[in-house]
């Protein structure tokens, strides 16, 4: 189940972010979402897996998730206890992969330090950090139907109990 408002420790990251950097593809023979945790954005930063906490916030500039089109990614993200991706822009396939997986995203331009805190309000479409408050894209309500039931696969499956 997806909080609306999701609040957390940011981690920074800069430009063009890609899905190689996020799981590198030495990791893609495995479907151990715990092998994709431990080497999260290792490339990076060596020690991120281990720092990571559940309910952490990225904050990220331009092009996050540019790249191939593994799915992978998001899914490290997330199993890493990302709660929310925020950055300037994203890859396409990669924010779609994300959405579908049930890792919650905003593009917004925010301004912040690593280690603050963030709250995110994603029916609001806004990214609060200290006192200030950045004005992002809003999530269409069917992306938001899709996060809240936790992923694509999780919301046909509803929509199917319902029909």
Not at 75 to 83: E, R, S
Not at 116 to 135: S, Y
Request: glycine share 10%; proline share 3%; hydrophobic share 40%.
């Amino acid at each position: 189940m997806l909080d609306n408002i999701i609040k957390g420790r940011v981690w920074k990251f800069g430009c063009d972010i890609d899905t190689d950097v996020i799981i590198p593809g030495k990791y893609l023979r495995t479907t151990d979402m715990q092998v994709f945790a431990d080497h999260v954005l290792e490339g990076i930063d060596p020690d991120f897996p281990k720092k990571v906490k559940k309910g952490d916030v990225i904050v990220a500039d331009d092009n996050f998730g540019c790249g191939s089109s593994r799915e992978q990614a998001a899914l490290a993200l997330k199993y890493a206890g990302v709660a929310c991706v925020v950055a300037r822009s994203f890859g396409r396939i990669f924010f779609r992969n994300a959405i579908n997986v049930g890792l919650p995203l905003m593009e917004a331009d925010v301004s912040c330090k690593e280690g603050d805190e963030a709250e995110i309000d994603l029916l609001q479409g806004t990214v609060k950090v200290n006192d200030n408050v950045f004005q992002g894209n809003k999530l269409p309500d069917f992306l938001l139907e899709i996060l809240t039931d936790g992923g694509l696969v999780a919301h046909r499956k509803a929509k199917k109990r319902t029909e």
